[in-house]
């Protein structure tokens, strides 16, 4: 798995609008700081990371909005299981293909949608947002 400060695959720490993020068949990414979404006051601004293999979240990472961005305009398209580290603040819409696991004290701005397995949450606060 890649690690680098925030994101693996962008390597960058703040993403403007409508921007696509794709990672190999393989590729897995591990967010392990703050990835700022900033939609530049384009409230339609959308983002959308296809991952080939896994999400995995630090602790206390975050996903942060800015600039008019809105959770629903977020979709994270994993291939295997995600992971969101305790106490991690999530942006967006999860679709995952095998499993997602949420740890304590996680929040979720959005969805987390599994195809073929389970979704275990613990002690989460989970909001649709739209």
Same mark, same amino acid.
């Given at each position: 798995m890649l690690h680098i400060r925030l994101l693996a695959c962008g390597?960058?720490? $703040? =993403?403007?609008c409508c921007e696509w993020v794709r990672c190999g068949r393989r590729r897995s990414i591990g967010l392990t700081g !703050?990835? $700022? =979404?900033?939609a530049q006051g384009n409230r339609n601004a959308e983002w959308i990371f296809q991952i080939g293999s896994t999400l !995995?979240?630090?602790t206390a990472s975050r996903v942060l909005l800015t600039g008019g961005a809105t959770a629903r305009n977020v979709i994270w398209q994993i291939g295997s299981?995600?992971?969101l580290?305790?106490?991690?603040?999530?942006?967006?819409r999860i679709l995952a293909a095998i499993s997602i696991t949420v740890n304590a004290g996680v929040t979720v701005n959005g969805q987390t949608l599994a195809?073929?397995?389970s979704v275990t949450l613990a002690t989460n606060t989970i909001a649709r947002a739209w």
């Amino acid at each position: 798995m890649l690690h680098i400060r925030l994101l693996a695959c962008g390597n960058a720490e $703040t =993403l403007g609008c409508c921007e696509w993020v794709r990672c190999g068949r393989r590729r897995s990414i591990g967010l392990t700081g !703050t990835l $700022t =979404l900033d939609a530049q006051g384009n409230r339609n601004a959308e983002w959308i990371f296809q991952i080939g293999s896994t999400l !995995t979240t630090a602790t206390a990472s975050r996903v942060l909005l800015t600039g008019g961005a809105t959770a629903r305009n977020v979709i994270w398209q994993i291939g295997s299981p995600a992971t969101l580290g305790t106490d991690t603040a999530f942006v967006g819409r999860i679709l995952a293909a095998i499993s997602i696991t949420v740890n304590a004290g996680v929040t979720v701005n959005g969805q987390t949608l599994a195809r073929d397995g389970s979704v275990t949450l613990a002690t989460n606060t989970i909001a649709r947002a739209w």
